[in-house]
């Protein structure tokens, strides 16, 4: 079931779904969001958000959109590969 399917059955946003459940990952939750990624992140920009959050000081949402929109990642691509890097590396 696509993500905004999702979002529109809990009465939320698309946005507000996707920060709910970094907050879900950040409690210790492994979260398998692979068929949301492979339809609306590339492979070298998962690649490049990886390699952000390994090198990174903090793992703060606010401070890699930032430092990633520099590079032309949208908000959405980090949000969803967190997700998946916090699930995969962090938990």
Do not use: C, H, W
């Amino acid at each position: 079931m696509p993500l905004s399917d999702i979002a529109r059955n809990v009465e939320m946003t698309y946005d507000e779904l996707l920060y709910e459940l970094n907050n879900i990952v950040d409690a210790g939750t492994k979260l398998n969001i692979n068929f949301a990624i492979k339809d609306k992140v590339d492979e070298d920009i998962i690649d490049e958000i990886f390699d952000y959050f390994k090198s990174a000081t903090t793992d703060a949402i606010e401070t890699a959109i930032r430092k990633l929109q520099e590079d032309d990642i949208s908000e959405e691509e980090v949000l969803l590969t967190r997700i998946k890097f916090i699930s995969d590396i962090a938990n």
